[in-house]
């Protein structure tokens, strides 16, 4: 199976950046990376992905010039960049993975999910 380990979340001010890094476990260099993000009250939505070929990323209109995806295939780790945050960035992010073609914008499609990391954007 795969598993999925969130990490860099916390408490940072408006405008200020932060990393998060998603670990994945087997050999999971072909999935297609998604980033989620869950508010209080809201619903889980898309944030960014990125293909297995590293080129290839989608972004959210809310997250788009702010936020950058990648990943490290050799360490089988996603990282989401995250730049000139705003407080409603403030959420539970998860990670996941799901196949190489899969419509990477659709969380129904991922196949696995970390346990999530929270950002909180203080104004």
């Known amino acids: 199976q795969v598993q999925l380990v969130e990490s860099g979340g916390g408490l940072v001010q408006a405008g200020g950046s932060l990393r998060l890094s998603c670990a994945a476990s087997?050999?999971?260099?072909?999935?297609?990376m998604g980033w989620f993000r869950q508010a209080p009250g809201k619903g889980r939505e898309f944030v960014a992905a990125?293909?297995?070929?590293?080129?290839?990323?989608y972004y959210a209109d809310s997250v788009k010039g702010r936020f950058t995806i990648s990943r490290d295939n050799a360490k089988n780790t996603v990282y989401l960049q995250m730049s000139s945050l705003k407080a409603e960035d403030t959420a539970v992010y998860y990670c996941?993975?799901?196949?190489?073609?899969?419509?990477?914008?659709?969380?129904?499609?991922?196949?696995?999910w970390g346990q999530g990391t929270q950002v909180t954007v203080s104004s």
């Open positions: 996941a993975a799901g196949g190489p073609t899969i419509a990477a914008t659709a969380g129904a499609r991922y196949d696995y």
């Open positions: 087997g050999r999971s260099s072909t999935y297609t």
């Open positions: 990125i293909r297995w070929i590293p080129s290839i990323t």
